[in-house]
């Protein structure tokens, strides 16, 4: 399920981050199927860290409800519904959709411009190499980076936090349709270039296509 440490680590943000990161990529690529129960002790032998990392990383799934905790039996792993994937949509649409507007129709930053090309590259990368994993994270770090140059604290931590969850969404219409990576590169390049020239009116329009053509559902 996930790839073993040979030394225990202490309570540390790396190992924090290290369990989160795990879990969450095994749930994102549904090596990991809804329903299916997690116990902190068998994560932790996985992982080779103690209980204690864990137990904070499944609080952190849960926040970003890719996990349900049951106290004394674990966590099970959640399931995203249709409404919540409609819902889940509709508000990035509004957050990056917001964080656009906040620019004032002025262009982008030249330093965002070239992140924005860079995570375009780094999916083209991905969708070469067959890891929709990866794929699927540059396509949130995309959108993320929207967000932040919005320079709007607030937006972003509500995008952040659903971040692991639009990150499944992504992974699952690439994995069941090969013709998805193509299609939301081509509309990143749009996206991209609308962003540039400051235009929230047509980002958005382009957004909402995006949205209707990724087959999230």
């Known amino acids: ?29 549904g090596e990991i199927a809804p329903g299916a129960l997690l116990t902190e002790g068998e994560v932790a032998d996985e992982l ?17 409800r890719l996990l349900t905790l049951f106290p004394k039996r674990g966590a099970v ?24 507007r906040a620019l004032g129709g002025q262009p982008l930053p030249d330093g965002v411009a070239r992140d924005l090309d860079d995570l375009v590259a780094q999916q083209v990368v991905a969708e070469h190499e067959g890891d929709l994993l990866a794929f699927s994270q540059a396509d949130f770090a995309f959108h993320s ?3 932040r140059a919005g320079d709007n604290d607030v937006i972003e931590d509500l995008f952040t936090q659903l971040g692991p969850r639009l990150e499944l969404l992504t992974h699952r219409a690439v994995r069941r349709d090969a013709t998805s990576p193509t299609r939301l590169l081509a509309d990143h390049r749009e996206l991209a ?18 949205v209707q053509r990724g087959n999230y559902g």
């Open 77 to 100: 792993v959640a399931s995203v519904p249709d409404k919540e994937v409609a819902d889940l949509l509709a508000v990035r649409i509004m957050l990056e959709s917001s964080a656009i």
């Open 1 to 29: 399920m996930m790839s073993p440490r040979k030394k225990p680590e202490d309570l540390a943000p790396s190992a924090v981050e290290r369990a989160f990161a795990a879990v969450s990529a095994s749930i994102i690529t």
């Open 48 to 64: 080779g860290v103690s209980r204690t990392p864990v137990r904070e990383a499944f609080l952190q799934l849960q926040t970003c």
């Open 193 to 210: 270039t609308l962003a540039r020239a400051g235009d929230a009116d047509a980002y958005e329009a382009a957004l909402r296509a995006h």
């Open 145 to 147: 980076r929207v967000i």
